[in-house]
Structures are given as structure tokens and as C-alpha cells.
């Protein structure tokens, strides 16, 4: 039997980006293709990466789960292009890194170059280090926005991200840290300062969204840093109910804009 439409909107043009390292990206790609799934007007295609630049330029809106993808400064470009002309840009977890792994016999300090600038210019925010996952205090800075309303403090295990952000972002959650980042050549910081968790910035007629918490790994996932098999499956972070209902909504808004709080969907199964 057909199911009458749910979405009120026209055809939406969605490209989802999954791809890079030291990440469950299997899992992170189901979940996301599930949460666009729940809209109707929703076509979509699925990316490891930025190069096909001919389909982001064509695009309404890009879901990107990435860690160390590194986007050409003629694809940050395009990029930029679509979201200037009225899209979006949803940007989870590590998509604002560009990490280099330690020398096979050099100490075991990542790198953060700043390798992609015009890409982190997109974003307003460039990765630096991030603290062990632990539990840590995620508070709302604009309670009232709708994509964190009704959500107070909550905590949950997951990175935090220490970054270097722009001067004219939009602030939803933070985070408040300091202390060490091992492993990292910004391994300390000083002074307790207030991370951005949840964060967008306008450009052109469109915005670009950042929700940097979602940390996953599963067993094989740091095979190029030695270990063959973690032995573990860690989703600890995406258990949190909090997280899954902003999560939620960022998709909902990445898929309809302004609009979504109009544009009833399905629950994912």
C-alpha cells in the first residue's frame, strides 16, 4: 500500500561524506543514511570524500562524518559556492581535521597541520588535540535555538575538541576543559576555557553547522597505528539520548533548512 508524503517540500538534493580514519565509519554511515532516510524529499548520494565536485555544486545540502579528509582548496571552493548560494553544510565530529600520524620510529605525537585553510575557513573551526574520552559536562549556551531546545546540561563520554575557531560563529553547546591532550603537539591546555561543541556560521544566503561530539571506533579501525584488532567496539558516545535527539535535528535541519520543525518524518527502526 503507498504512504501518503510526509515531507511538504520539493525534491531535496542531500550528499552524505563518510570517510577518513580511526573512525567506525561503517557505522556512522548507517546511522546517517537512516536519519536522511526518514525524509521523503530527501535524494541521496554517498561519498568517501569531496572530490566530485560536479555533484556538490548540484546539491541542497552535505551531511559530512569525516576525520582526516582533506579537501582541495578547489574543493572547498565549490563547497563554499553551494552553501553561499542558499545550502547547508551539517559537519560532524572530526571533519575539521587534518591529523598526521606519529613516525613508524618517532614519538607518538600526532600532527594538526594546517593543511586544508580554505576548507577550515568554511567550517570556522580547524581541530588542534582533544583530552582522553571521558565523561565530561556538555552545557547550552542558547537554550532557547531550536536545535537544542528542551535539552539542558547533560553528560556524556565522548571527545571534546580543543580548536581554533572564527570570530563569527554562533554558539549552541559548549564544553568547559582544561588539562592535557596527550599525544598531541598542543598537548596542555593552561587555562579552563570554553570549548564550542555545537556551533554554525552564516555564509552567503546559507550556514554551515558543526556538532563535533559522535566519537565511534570499531575493532579494525587503527590497523595503520599497529593494532591489528582493538578487541572492542566503542559507540559509547552515540548511547547518549541527548546527543542522538541533536543529532536528530542537525540531519533535520541539513535536509529542510529553517523549515524542519515543519516536515514530519519516520522513526528510525
Known sequence: MATPARCRSGRVEVAIVVGGRWHDLDFARRKLLDLVGRHDAARTTVHADFTDVDRFAAVD?????????????????????????????????ATNSAIDPPPKDGPRIFRTPDAMPEFT?????????????????IEPVQPRH????????????????????????????DVEYAGPCPGFETDHVEDPMRHPVLFTRTEGAGRVTSFTLGHCRGRFDVRDLGVEDLGVVD?????????????????????????????PVREVS
Open 61 to 93: 545540502a552535505v551531511v559530512a562524518y569525516t576525520c582526516d579528509v582533506r579537501p582541495s582548496a578547489h574543493e572547498a571552493d565549490v563547497l563554499r559556492t553551494m552553501v553561499a548560494g542558499g545550502g547547508r553544510l551539517l559537519a560532524l565530529h
Open 235 to 263: 559507540r559509547v558516545a552515540w548511547e547518549s539520548p541527548e546527543y542522538r535527539v541533536i543529532l536528530e535535528r542537525c540531519v533535520d535541519w541539513a535536509v529542510h533548512a529553517d523549515d524542519w520543525q515543519e516536515c
Open 146 to 173: 531550536p536545535l537544542v531546545a528542551g535539552i539542558g546540561a547533560f553528560t556524556t563520554t565522548d571527545e571534546i575538541y580543543v580548536s581554533e575557531f572564527s570570530d563569527d560563529l554562533d554558539v549552541l553547546l
Open 121 to 137: 575557513a568554511l567550517l570556522g573551526s580547524r581541530f588542534l588535540a582533544h583530552p582522553r574520552i571521558a565523561p565530561v559536562l
